[in-house]
């Protein structure tokens, strides 16, 4: 499986972006798709994941309210929409993805994913 993600920019600070994660290769029909990111001087951190299903999704507590994930299965593509960015936003943004479903309280673990994007670099500032 590989993963490509891209709609990083410039955006100044209440702006909106919407990053996309188009996976190719073996497809599976369940499992997970998270996005990730890594700002300046920090360590990565989990910021949304769904479940291939559609069904459920989760938030890291500094988006939520602001990001929204989604999915088209038909596209095998995941989104990521950022509206309210903040410049603490600033990171690259990973999308990372396993073919199995990851119960709840490790949805936010790196470690549980298996396939990883090349990352697309958002910067929110004036």
């Known amino acids: 499986v590989q993963l490509q993600a891209s709609g990083g920019g410039l955006v100044q600070p209440g702006g909106s972006l919407k990053l996309s994660c188009a996976a190719s290769?073996?497809?599976?029909?369940?499992?997970?798709m998270g996005w990730f990111r890594q700002g300046p001087g920090k360590d990565r951190e989990f910021v949304a994941a769904i479940r291939w299903s559609g069904v459920s999704t989760h938030y890291a507590d500094s988006v939520k309210g602001r990001f929204t994930i989604s999915r088209d299965s038909g596209k095998n593509t995941v989104y990521l929409r950022m509206n309210s960015l903040e410049p603490e936003d600033t990171a690259v943004y990973y999308c990372?993805?396993?073919?199995?479903?990851?119960?709840?309280?490790?949805?936010?673990?790196?470690?549980?994913?298996?396939?990883w994007g090349q990352g697309t670099l958002v910067t929110v500032s004036s």
């Open positions: 290769g073996p497809t599976f029909s369940s499992g997970t």
């Open positions: 990372a993805a396993v073919p199995k479903r990851i119960i709840l309280s490790a949805i936010a673990t790196q470690t549980q994913y298996h396939y």
